[in-house]
């Protein structure tokens, strides 16, 4: 059964600060989903990272892959309070078709003034 | 270019009995995923359909079942509801995944509360 972690579950940031979100999984792939979910809303695609080594960013966040650690890490740089959500990593199997995603936890982030 | 929609936005219902929901793909969109997200929790992958037929089924009781359209829009039924089926339940739809981005595009999700 695949397992997708994410660490930590919860985040408490001052404005201005950086910060790294892990997010390990247990099975090979080279699909990897980060989702943003702010309270009672759907999920907000942020980056599709496909390939080792794969590495996005826009604005302050900024999204890597390492298949063969199977870990990928959201980066938050100069934290905003505007950035204060949930981030779900989510993994797609090799062995499915597509589009068959595995959620972790997600992350509980909290950006304070 | 039309989003994801799901109807309806919110339901209460009774423990027992049976609901039905509905999703509008993405235009150009012919693979629709349906997932569970209970409160505090990440959304758990439910199953998918592609081209009106079953793609693929998570680890859900057969209570559970599901329908695709020739449009390509889908519905999720539910029968003999039970309090722990209260969830946010979301749809996405993408395109096949040979030679695409495997990117999928969830709609605003249905809230079901089972009382």
């Known amino acids: 059964e695949l397992k997708v972690e994410q660490n930590p579950l919860f985040l408490s940031m001052q404005e201005g600060k950086n910060y790294t979100i892990y997010c390990n999984y247990s099975t090979t792939s080279d699909r990897l989903y980060w989702y943003r979910q702010d309270p009672g809303k759907s999920l907000e695609s942020l980056f599709v990272?496909?390939?080792?080594?794969a590495v996005k960013q826009e604005g302050r966040l900024m999204a890597s892959l390492d298949t063969k650690a199977r870990l990928s890490t959201l980066h938050i740089t100069a934290a905003v309070h505007d950035l204060s959500a949930t981030y779900f990593c989510a993994v797609d199997p090799e062995e499915t078709s597509g589009s068959r995603l595995t959620f972790g936890e997600g992350t509980q982030l909290t950006v304070n003034p | 270019e039309t989003g994801v929609t799901q109807s309806p936005t919110h339901l209460i219902k009774t423990r027992g009995q049976q609901v039905t929901l509905r999703c509008s793909s993405q235009s150009g969109h012919n693979t629709v995923s349906w997932y569970q997200q209970a409160l505090g929790q990440g959304p758990q992958f439910i199953f998918q359909?592609?081209?009106?037929?079953?793609?693929g089924r998570g680890n859900f009781p057969p209570r559970f079942s599901g329908l695709q359209f020739p449009n390509y829009s889908s519905e999720l039924n539910v029968n003999a509801l039970e309090l722990d089926d209260s969830a946010l339940y979301l749809c996405?739809?993408?395109?096949?995944?040979?030679?695409?981005?495997?990117?999928?595009?969830f709609g605003p999700g249905t809230r079901l509360t089972v009382t």
């Open positions: 359909y592609y081209r009106e037929e079953e793609n």
């Open positions: 996405a739809s993408s395109t096949p995944p040979a030679g695409a981005t495997y990117e999928q595009y």
């Open positions: 990272l496909l390939s080792n080594g």
